[in-house]
């Protein structure tokens, strides 16, 4: 029964490997690592390097990483978005105690590199999403 | 070092690649939506810039 029920189905295109929490998590502490996991080795290595080198070009221009600041609600949602980056955020801010410069010639272009770095690492949280809920190849 | 014009390539480089490879499969799908993005931050940037330049938003600031 479940035989003659299994030969008609059309192959699957996109099979879900993996567990959902480990492959969203993943993918949020370190860039790249979700798509990793799932098997999208090629893809997760360049969003990593992607990521890192947005962090890198930032740092070198000494943009801010956002913290809240009391009174300026857009600075919370700026900090959500920079924490998108995962791991190298808390790195930056309590490992390296990094601050940015706001006297720093690049210092708007760096924000811009370092809140673009945390951004894109959250659709690549819901791209993992995505894939491991066999929604997206 | 760098200038404004090359910070806002590398800005678009590394945006248009992303979502050239996140939102495409294929080579060549991947290639078109990478041009159309990077063609379209630059030549916007170009664009809003020149469109600007006639309109000075202030007294020029003080050269250090």
């Known amino acids: 029964?479940?035989?003659?029920?299994?030969?008609?189905?059309?192959?699957?295109?996109?099979?879900?490997?993996?567990?959902?929490?480990?492959?969203?998590?993943?993918?949020?502490?370190?860039?790249?690592?979700?798509?990793?996991?799932?098997?999208?080795?090629?893809?997760g290595l360049a969003f990593l390097a992607l990521i890192v080198v947005a962090i890198l070009i930032g740092c070198k221009l000494e943009g801010n990483l956002y913290t809240p600041v009391p009174g300026q609600p857009l600075t919370y949602l700026a900090t959500l978005g920079s924490m998108g980056m995962g791991f190298p955020y808390f790195?930056?801010?309590?490992?390296?105690?990094y601050q940015g410069d706001i006297r720093g010639a690049g210092y708007e272009y760096g924000t811009a590199f370092l809140l673009t770095a945390g951004l894109m690492n959250w659709l690549l949280v819901l791209d993992a999403w995505d894939i491991v809920r066999g929604k997206k190849e | 070092m760098l200038s404004h014009f090359l910070l806002m390539v590398l800005y678009a480089l590394l945006v248009s690649v992303f979502f050239a490879l996140l939102w495409r499969r294929g080579r060549r799908e991947?290639?078109?939506?990478?041009?159309?993005?990077?063609?379209?931050?630059?030549?916007g940037g170009l664009l809003v810039a020149w469109l600007m330049y006639p309109f000075p938003s202030g007294p020029p600031a003080p050269i250090p």
């Open chain 2, 30 to 43: 991947q290639v078109k939506l990478f041009l159309q993005i990077f063609l379209g931050m630059v030549g």
């Open chain 1, 1 to 43: 029964m479940a035989e003659s029920g299994s030969s008609s189905a059309p192959p699957s295109p996109a099979l879900p490997t993996g567990n959902a929490a480990v492959a969203v998590l993943s993918a949020w502490l370190i860039p790249g690592m979700g798509h990793i996991y799932l098997k999208r080795r090629l893809r």
């Open chain 1, 91 to 97: 790195l930056l801010r309590y490992g390296l105690h």
